[in-house]
């Protein structure tokens, strides 16, 4: 019953200090294992998790993390939904753009984490908030071949 | 000399960052998970150290670090940049295969730092040999 309950369904974390991003890094880590993740995939994913954990938190004062175990036939996956209710992202192109930095930092977050995942979504409202959504797969699936 | 005149290690969420000095050399040792404000406490400690020990190399071994990501990745760099102005060297040692992809495909490729590794061959980069015998010339 326990075992059962680990995948069941999605779990929100806060989001709203450091040391809620180093428990956001270490819950990604375990689901990602759990899933059957290899080492390089989970620690792509626990960075892009980082990245974007961190954006909830400066840029959108914090909110929390929805991590989603998905299935798919043979390969799981997972999904996160960073959501923050902050001032929204202006302008989403020059957010994506490496070196584009509005706090100081590098630039590479959004970008940088865009690269590491398969799937990557932005949905940012001025004045509301904004979600990012990012999903990978355990097993990349190969794109299907047409056979003559 | 008193060396670490009022600088222990990094302290932050229950966590320290071990600094020791070997002769000329400072040898940082990261593991497991290091928040933001900690590596922030770390660049001030180290800089510190330099400073008041005046050694001319910093060998930073991240082989227990499971992630790098931008923000200590930019603090890595800074420690580094922080370092030569004090005329001391920086070598980066350990770092695991899984985070050089990822550091490489995240867009930080850290051209600044010189890399090892690990300590063994840091230390040698600096010109400090840590293993004796085996008949050396």
């Given at each position: 019953m326990m075992q059962a309950s680990r995948h069941a369904g999605p779990a929100d974390l806060p989001i709203g200090s450091d040391a809620d991003l180093a428990w956001v890094r270490q819950q990604v880590r375990q689901a990602a294992a759990e899933l059957g993740f290899g080492l390089v995939q989970q620690t792509k994913l626990v960075t892009a998790a980082s990245e974007l954990a961190r954006n909830t938190l400066v840029h959108g004062g914090g909110?929390?993390?929805?991590?989603?175990?998905?299935?798919?036939?043979?390969t799981h996956g997972l999904r996160l939904d960073f959501v923050d209710t902050g001032?929204?992202?202006?302008?989403?192109?020059?957010?994506?753009?490496?070196?584009?930095?509005?706090?100081?930092?590098?630039?590479?977050?959004?970008?940088?984490?865009?690269?590491?995942?398969?799937?990557?979504?932005?949905?940012?409202?001025?004045?509301?908030?904004?979600t990012v959504t990012v999903t990978a797969w355990a097993?990349?699936?190969?794109?299907s071949r047409t056979v003559p | 000399m008193t060396g670490f005149a009022g600088h222990g290690p990094a302290v932050g969420h229950?966590?320290?960052?071990?600094?020791?000095?070997?002769g000329d050399?400072?040898?940082?040792?990261l593991q497991g998970e290091l928040h933001?404000?900690?590596?922030?406490?770390?660049?001030?400690?180290?800089?510190?150290?330099?400073?008041?020990?005046?050694?001319?190399?910093?060998?930073?071994?991240i082989s227990g670090v499971e992630i790098v990501d931008s923000f200590l990745g930019r603090v890595l760099a800074e420690i580094a940049a922080g370092a030569k102005l004090l005329a001391a060297r920086t070598v980066l040692a350990g770092m695991r295969p899984a985070v050089a992809i990822t550091l490489v495909e995240l867009?930080?490729?850290?051209?600044?730092?010189?890399?090892?590794?690990?300590?063994?061959?840091?230390?040698?980069?600096?010109?400090?040999?840590?293993?004796?015998?085996?008949?050396?010339?």
């Open positions: 909110g929390h993390v929805r991590i989603t175990p998905l299935d798919a036939g043979s001032p929204g992202i202006r302008d989403l192109d020059q957010a994506l753009t490496d070196g584009y930095t509005s706090g100081g930092g590098l630039g590479l977050g959004l970008s940088g984490a865009k690269r590491l995942v398969q799937e990557f979504e932005v949905d940012s409202r001025p004045g509301e908030g904004t097993t990349v699936v190969p794109p | 229950g966590f320290t960052v071990p600094v020791l000095q070997l050399v400072l040898l940082v040792t933001d404000g900690m590596a922030e406490q770390l660049q001030e400690d180290i800089t510190a150290r330099i400073s008041n020990t005046r050694v001319s190399g910093v060998v930073i071994d867009g930080l490729t850290l051209p600044g730092l010189r890399t090892a590794l690990d300590v063994e061959r840091a230390m040698e980069l600096l010109g400090v040999t840590t293993r004796r015998g085996e008949g050396s010339p």
